[in-house]
């Protein structure tokens, strides 16, 4: 694959080097920022996230990031808490999002009584299914990727992937040039770096 300007969104959500060292060991580098012309020149940007909805949406409107973000016309891919911020609104801390996508976020709660002995957060390994976006080929259908969260966006529209922990829930989104996913690909082995491959590939 021969390279391509692949900028990582730069803001106070960490995971951003673990993002970086996958798309190494694929043969790309990225460049971290929070430049805005460099975010719209790239050929791929990368919104990854680890943290709270509310604070890092306050982050993103008073920075000025999150509305550059919603305008971009390359492909985009959300991780985790990025995923989350694409939303419409998150019941984490009670906050509009950047309404990327038509579709809440909530909060998982435990089914009463509780024989498995679910926690909250998913922290973990968890299968993907019911794959329909690009970011997926038919190989991936049923492969497990690594979860750490306590929120969930429900099946909608936009549901490009379905995972069941406590209900089914998207494990990603697709909307136009815009791809999410709930796992994390940069630390989901070899299945989560041939997810990252297709989004290269898009």
């Not at 016309?73 to 808490?81: A, M, N, R, S």
């Not at 968890?126 to 492969?143: A, H, P, R, T, V």
């Not at 630390?187 to 491959?197: A, E, M, T």
Request: with cysteine.
């Amino acid at each position: 694959m021969s390279r391509q300007n692949i900028v990582i969104i730069k803001y106070n959500a960490g995971n951003i080097r673990s993002v970086n060292n996958a798309l190494v060991q694929l043969g790309q580098t990225a460049e971290i920022t929070a430049d805005e012309s460099k975010i719209r020149q790239a050929d791929k940007v990368i919104f990854p996230g680890v943290g709270e909805a509310s604070t890092t949406m306050n982050y993103l409107n008073q920075s000025g990031i999150g509305e550059v973000i919603k305008t971009l016309k390359q492909p985009v891919l959300g991780i985790c808490l990025g995923m989350q911020l694409m939303g419409r609104h998150s019941e984490e801390g009670a906050v509009d999002c950047l309404n990327i996508f038509d579709e809440p976020v909530k909060k998982f709660q435990l089914p009463q009584p509780n024989p498995l002995n679910l926690k909250i957060p998913q922290i973990g390994w968890n299968q993907i299914f019911d794959l329909k976006s690009d970011l997926f080929d038919s190989s991936l259908e049923g492969q497990y990727v690594y979860f750490v969260h306590s929120f969930y966006v429900p099946l909608g529209k936009s549901s490009a992937a379905t995972t069941n922990y406590i209900l089914p829930y998207s494990s990603a989104l697709q909307q136009d040039n815009f791809f999410a996913t709930q796992f994390h690909p940069e630390k989901s082995g070899p299945v989560g770096h041939r997810i990252l491959q297709n989004f290269l590939k898009l």
